[in-house]
């Protein structure tokens, strides 16, 4: 685990078949300047937001590949990435449409899932799922004619791409990478782990469940190859944003990286009246301030702290 904690760290700066779907279906789309894209409402209250994407997986969120050519202020298109157990739809019904608004390119996608239209994604192998992030992420390139991309995930989508940047040539390919809640250095899951791995055959039956939740365990043979050598690549910029009641990721601290690129966030440290959990760090306007101002550090202003309640927003 990560040693010497920092509350806010600057540093110095599905299967291949639905890869090739998306890819498919981002070629189809009528690029647009990204001006003339329309104002998307943004509810932050994780409930109602989940609830309108959990049934539509093959439904990208608000604001999303409406196909559109990247400004000179927010050059890099930005791709996001969901958690275990979710998938494109109901995890970012709200920063999506943030972004959208803000004038981003946004993309978003479902990888991990044993079919596109699983409303439960993200529970393959992680590398088989990088490989998926790979193949969009030159999808999305491709279509918007950008150099780079920035990555904005949850969960273990804030960790997959990771192996993305280290093994599969992504670091050429991404500006930032931003993560919500990462399962950077793996998880206990509030203890749970510890004794799924205690039973007999029982990480052995978790892995036929969900092969991505033991490659998350904290010691896994993945995270131990994924960290060797040291948490960054050269060339990307990285900014974890954690909360402190994060109670998937645990311990909290296990999400923070360590390097010269770097930016650790606790939420509670900025504000104090920010009771978000795992969850709901993706719908938590606190935190998706911080993605914003992670994605545009010369124009980042500090957030406002206002009341967010755990499980609601």
């Known amino acids: 685990?990560?040693?010497?904690?920092?509350?806010?760290?600057?540093?110095?700066?599905?299967?291949?078949?639905?890869?090739?779907?998306?890819?498919?279906?981002?070629?189809?789309?009528?690029?647009?300047?990204?001006?003339?894209?329309?104002?998307?409402?943004?509810?932050?209250?994780?409930?109602?937001?989940?609830?309108?994407?959990?049934?539509?997986?093959?439904?990208?969120?608000?604001?999303?590949?409406?196909?559109?050519?990247?400004?000179?202020?927010?050059?890099?298109?930005?791709?996001?990435?969901?958690?275990?157990?979710?998938?494109?739809?109901?995890?970012?019904?709200?920063?999506?449409?943030?972004?959208?608004?803000?004038?981003?390119?946004?993309?978003?996608?479902?990888?991990?899932?044993?079919?596109?239209?699983?409303?439960?994604?993200?529970?393959?192998?992680?590398?088989?799922?990088?490989?998926?992030?790979?193949?969009?992420?030159?999808?999305?390139?491709?279509?918007?004619?950008?150099?780079?991309?920035?990555?904005?995930?949850?969960?273990?989508?804030?960790?997959?791409?990771?192996?993305?940047?280290?093994?599969?040539?992504?670091a050429a390919k991404v500006d930032t990478l931003v993560g919500l809640s990462p399962s950077n250095h793996g998880t206990t899951a509030s203890g749970l782990l510890s004794l799924v791995r205690a039973l007999p055959f029982g990480n052995t039956a978790l892995g036929v469940a969900c092969t991505a939740c033991v490659e998350q365990e904290d010691g896994s043979r993945f995270l131990t190859a994924l960290n060797a050598g040291g948490d960054t690549v050269a060339g990307v910029r990285y900014t974890v944003i954690e909360t402190r009641y994060d109670e998937v990721v645990t311990p909290y601290t296990s999400a923070l990286l360590t390097g010269p690129a770097v930016t650790n966030v606790v939420l509670q440290d900025q504000c104090p009246l920010d009771f978000s959990e795992h969850v709901t760090t993706p719908y938590d306007p606190v935190a998706l301030h911080d993605v914003l101002n992670a994605l545009d550090p010369a124009t980042a202003t500090p957030p406002t702290c206002t009341l967010v309640l755990p499980f609601t927003g």
Not at 51 to 56: D, K, N, Q, S, V
Not at 77 to 101: I, M, R, Y
């Open 1 to 170: 685990m990560l040693s010497g904690v920092r509350r806010v760290i600057a540093g110095r700066r599905a299967p291949v078949a639905g890869a090739v779907a998306a890819t498919a279906a981002l070629g189809a789309l009528t690029v647009a300047p990204v001006s003339a894209a329309p104002a998307y409402p943004v509810s932050y209250d994780f409930a109602s937001g989940f609830a309108a994407g959990a049934l539509t997986p093959g439904t990208p969120p608000p604001g999303a590949d409406v196909g559109c050519r990247p400004s000179a202020a927010h050059p890099e298109p930005v791709v996001l990435v969901h958690g275990t157990f979710e998938n494109q739809d109901d995890n970012w019904q709200a920063l999506s449409p943030l972004l959208a608004d803000s004038g981003y390119c946004v993309y978003s996608f479902n990888y991990g899932g044993t079919s596109p239209s699983n409303p439960i994604q993200g529970t393959g192998d992680i590398a088989a799922s990088a490989g998926q992030l790979a193949s969009y992420v030159s999808s999305v390139l491709a279509g918007t004619g950008a150099a780079k991309v920035d990555i904005v995930g949850h969960s273990q989508g804030g960790m997959m791409p990771r192996y993305y940047l280290r093994f599969l040539g992504g």
